[in-house]
């Protein structure tokens, strides 16, 4: 074997085509005035930033919540020597809860 053999990566990354930096420039415009639209629309039908905020905080909130709740799951599942599938049937909960 050859030590100092060119190391050949298993992860083969395609080759992308080269977009010049005026191409790439132009592209990311078209998509910053696609989002601005988007932002406009949702303004029209009533949304604001700060509502946006209050929902993300609230989901930040959820998920901890839920979380906890899962580990509290396992940690029963495993002193009762069981699955947190059974858990969830046994306190009437569905397993996309």
Known sequence: KKVNSHFKSPLQVPDSPKVSPEEEVAELQKKKEQLDSEIAQLEEEGCRVEELDQHIDKLHEYNDIKDIGQSLLGRIAALRGTTT?????????????
């Not at 599938?85 to 809860?97: I, N, T």
């Open 85 to 97: 599938r059974d858990l969830y049937a046994h306190f009437g909960l569905e397993l996309d809860d």
